[in-house]
C-alpha cells in the first residue's frame, strides 16, 4: 500500500443516524439473545422471529440519513491519493450512502439476502419471510439474511488481512472491541508498525492497544481526525 489507510467502523459511527448499537445499555443485545437472532441455530429455531428481527432493522433504513461521519470517510476516500480501504462491521448502508466506495461489508448487510440451498444472492428492500422462493433455484422456505451469524466467518477476511499486512495507519472508529476477528486487526497493525488510533465515544475493550485514542461523538471526532490528516497528507505529497 502507498500510504495505506485502513479503516475499521462499527456500530458507533451509525449511532447519530439513530440506528442503535448493540451494547449499550438500550442496545439491541439487551432486548433479544444473540443465540435466538444472530446464530445458524436460531435462525433452525425460529426463522420467523430471525426474518421479524431482521425485517425491522431493514424498515429502519428508510428512516435514517448518513451523519457526519459518515460523510468525512467518503470525503477523505474522494481526496485521499493513497490507498485507502474503509472495513464495517455495520449492516446498514449509511457508508455507500454517502459515497464510500473501496468498501467491504465483513458481517453482510441487510439490503442483501441469499438462498441456502443454492446460495444465490439477491438485493432486496422490503421484507423477507420463510415464505420466500429462490429465483435461481425455486426452492421455497431456504432464504436467509445476508449477515454473518456468531460462528460464521466473515466476509472477505484475504482481502482485509492482505490490506492491513501493508498499511501504516489504522483507524478503528465506534466500535467497542468485543467481536473477533475485527477486533484483533489492530494488533495486526500494530505487528506491522502501522499507527493505530481509536475515534470512539469511550475507551473500548482493546483501547491499550492504540499509539492513539480519541474520545467523543463519532461526528465530531471523525471529521475533526480525517480533515486533518488530509492537510497533512496533501503537504508531504
Ligand atoms: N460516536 C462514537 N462512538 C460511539 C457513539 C458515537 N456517537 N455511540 C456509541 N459509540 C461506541 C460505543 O461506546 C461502543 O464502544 O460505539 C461502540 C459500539 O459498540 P457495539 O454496540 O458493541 O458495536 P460493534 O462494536 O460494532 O459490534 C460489533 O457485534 O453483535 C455484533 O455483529 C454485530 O457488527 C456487530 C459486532
Known amino acids: 500500500m502507498n500510504g495505506g489507510i485502513v479503516v475499521l467502523t462499527g456500530a458507533g459511527v451509525s449511532a447519530e443516524s ?8 438500550d ?22 422471529l430471525v426474518h421479524r428481527f431482521y425485517n425491522e432493522r431493514r424498515q429502519t433504513l428508510a428512516t435514517v440519513q ?24 455495520n449492516i446498514d448502508d449509511l457508508h455507500e450512502r454517502a459515497g464510500s466506495k473501496r468498501l467491504i461489508h465483513m458481517h453482510g448487510e441487510l439490503l442483501r439476502m441469499f438462498c441456502t440451498q443454492c446460495m444465490h444472492n439477491i438485493n432486496i428492500t422490503g421484507d423477507s419471510s420463510v415464505e420466500d422462493t429462490c429465483v435461481a433455484c425455486g426452492k421455497r422456505g431456504g432464504m436467509r439474511p445476508d449477515i454473518v451469524w456468531f460462528g460464521e466467518m466473515p466476509y472477505q477476511m484475504s482481502a482485509i488481512e492482505q490490506a492491513l499486512m501493508q498499511c501504516d495507519l489504522f483507524v478503528a472508529i465506534g466500535t467497542s472491541g468485543n ?3 475485527a477486533a484483533g486487526f489492530v494488533q495486526s497493525a500494530r505487528a506491522i508498525g502501522a499507527r493505530c488510533v481509536e475515534l470512539n465515544l469511550e475507551q473500548s475493550t482493546t483501547h491499550h492497544l492504540f499509539d492513539e485514542g480519541r474520545y467523543g461523538p463519532a461526528t465530531e471526532e471523525v471529521e475533526a481526525f480525517f480533515s486533518a490528516l488530509l492537510k497533512t497528507s496533501s503537504l508531504t505529497q
Open 18 to 25: 439513530g440506528v442503535r448499537t448493540f451494547r449499550a445499555a
Open 27 to 48: 442496545g439491541l443485545w439487551e432486548e433479544h439473545r444473540i443465540e435466538d437472532v444472530a446464530t445458524v441455530e436460531g435462525f433452525t429455531r425460529d426463522p420467523v
Open 66 to 89: 448518513p451523519n457526519a461521519a459518515h460523510q468525512a470517510l467518503a470525503n477523505f476516500e474522494k481526496n485521499y491519493t493513497g490507498d485507502f480501504l474503509l472495513v464495517t462491521q
Open 179 to 181: 467481536v473477533y476477528p
